[in-house]
Nanobody, 127 residues
Framework: QVQLVESGGGLVQPGGSLRLSCVAF????????MGWFRQAPGKEREFVAA????????YYADSVKGRFTISRDNAKNTGYLQMNSLKPEDTAVYSC????????????????????WGQGTQVTVSS
């Protein structure tokens, strides 16, 4: 098993930036594909970005493409979500997720396919 802990959320003005971190405790993080999801009040959870075990393949929701960057440092058991040019509609609780996989090219946008989740971190974009 792996335990995920997010940090880095907060209040930021429109156009600003934040970097979220997701630290994995337990088994080697390099064995897990990872993703970031978000949920705004009154809305369903939505996919944000996904990353393969090695970090070589990434995939983004259209709403964040070109503004957000997902990455990982397996030596530090940590995943990241760099968020630039933030908009008020990016306001949500952001959660990282992980799935134990063998394939190095595996990634998924489906929340039901992830086995482990962090508790989430609040991101608020407002002036």
């Amino acid at each position: 098993q792996v335990q995920l802990v997010e940090s880095g959320g907060g209040l930021v003005q429109p156009g600003g930036s934040l970097r979220l971190s997701c630290v994995a405790f337990g088994r080697a993080f390099s064995n897990y594909a990872m993703g970031w999801f978000r949920q705004a009040p009154g809305k369903e959870r939505e996919f944000v970005a996904a990353l393969t075990r090695s970090g070589e393949i990434t995939y983004y929701a259209d709403s964040v493409k070109g503004r957000f960057t997902i990455s990982r440092d397996n030596a530090k058991n940590t995943g990241y979500l760099q968020m630039n040019s933030l908009k008020p509609e990016d306001t949500a609780v952001y959660s990282c997720a992980a799935r134990l996989v063998w394939a190095t090219t595996y990634y998924t946008t489906r929340d039901k396919e992830y086995d482990y989740w962090g508790q989430g971190t609040q991101v608020t974009v407002s002036s």
